[in-house]
């Protein structure tokens, strides 16, 4: 049978490879409805290409570039609201959330709430509520997270069939982005544009941004604290620019064990939609003899503060790591238009972390408000 699917985030790289595998996945698969942040054009495109009834825009003056008549036969909405809406509609089965940022935390909570699977490619859910969604996940009937990041699909697939007490740890390959190997002098010159060019993956500006800056990183670690339930001491980072080897589990007898692949993310999200079951496709395995060799070293932590200051606001807990994924969001902004230097952000992030008020066991709506406070305070410094 069919199962219905919902993919928030639809006209971005992750929904529109998305859209890619449940194509070529034929009947196994029906789109229900789609949803984006402001791209209504290539929203509209994508609901017709793949059969879908419903859309929604987040915002609602984005569809005033759309003719009517291109509308016709869909059921639309916009607004955050809508988008939350879709997330529980009662005849989907999995939602796809490839939201960026905050505003993909409401429709996780929603999905889960609504007894569906969450594939999750929105690591700020988790970093800003992850004991709260994986309670609702624990509780909710049917309810279950499925991770989509390269590196966190590879954790969940090395360590669901092992017994918990055996694991060590595990560790997160980070390609290391454009500037591995740059120091200050080279870091302070670093243009908005550059930061784009990330060596091995393609992606949206601001998931690019933070692997530029390492942050990207730091949002996975605090993801993977919550997901798999493991202390910051047992997770680990390394640089590995060929980005092969995504993940890898090292437990208490000494073995590791180590998922590689191209790096190419239909595969993470076909097996988010398809798990337990891993369905063939046409993506070929990594071609060892023309890689030659596979390299990895530590983390720049000195250049790149942004994963320790994550490590710092996970250790923190409470609402520190919505604190940070909040004051991060908001530099990278600032950035994006040219407002601060590339090596500011991290300092935006730090002064953000040591100004927070201490919120221990957030309510939801704590949170938020932590969210809110951490994105005023980082627009009002002046570096």
């Not at 069919?2 to 998305?18: D, E, F, H, M, W």
């Not at 073995?255 to 993506?283: C, F, K, W």
Request: glycine share 10%; proline share 4%.
């Amino acid at each position: 049978m069919s199962k219905a699917v919902c993919i928030l985030g639809a006209t971005g790289s992750i929904g529109r490879n998305c859209l890619a595998v449940i194509a070529r996945l034929g009947s196994l698969f029906t789109v229900t409805a789609v949803a984006a942040r402001t791209n209504a054009e290539l929203l509209v495109e994508a609901a017709r290409s793949c059969g879908a009834s419903r859309i929604s825009l987040a915002d609602c003056a984005s569809l005033d570039k759309v003719a009517g008549d291109r509308l016709k036969g869909l059921e639309v909405g916009c607004g955050q609201e809508a988008i939350v809406e879709l997330a529980g509609l009662d005849e989907v089965d999995i939602v796809v959330n490839a939201l960026v940022g905050a505003a993909g935390l409401a429709p996780s909570v929603a999905a889960l709430k609504a007894g569906k699977r969450l594939a999750l490619a929105n690591k700020e859910s988790l970093v800003m509520a992850g004991a709260y969604l994986m309670r609702l996940a624990a509780e909710r009937e049917g309810a279950e997270i499925i991770p989509i990041d390269s590196e966190h699909s590879a954790l969940f697939q090395l360590i669901r069939s092992q017994p918990a007490k055996s694991l060590k740890k595990v560790i997160i390959t980070a390609s290391g982005g454009p500037f591995r190997g740059c120091g200050q002098e080279r870091l302070q010159k670093v243009t908005f544009s550059e930061s784009l060019n990330h060596p091995t993956w393609s992606m949206g500006p601001k998931i690019t941004v933070d692997s530029a800056t390492l942050a990207n990183k730091g949002l996975e670690v605090i993801e993977a604290h919550f997901l798999f339930g493991l202390g910051y001491e047992h997770i680990e980072v390394l640089v590995h620019p060929q980005s092969i080897v995504h993940g890898m589990a090292v437990f208490n007898d000494g073995s590791v064990l180590g998922h590689m692949g191209v790096p190419d993310m239909r595969i993470p999200i076909q097996y988010a939609l398809t798990y337990p079951e891993r369905l063939p496709n046409d993506i070929k395995a990594p071609d060892f003899n023309s890689l030659g060799k596979l390299t990895f070293e530590a983390v720049d932590e000195k250049n790149f503060p942004c994963l320790s200051l994550a490590y710092e606001a996970g250790r923190r807990g409470g609402a520190a790591t919505a604190v940070y994924n909040a004051a991060n969001e908001s530099a990278v902004e600032d950035f994006s238009k040219g407002r601060i230097g590339f090596t500011q952000i991290p300092v935006i992030i730090e002064r953000t972390l040591a100004a927070a008020p201490q919120v221990e066991n957030p309510s939801l709506g704590e949170i938020m408000e932590a969210d809110n406070w951490a994105r005023e305070f980082a627009k009002g410094l002046k570096i």
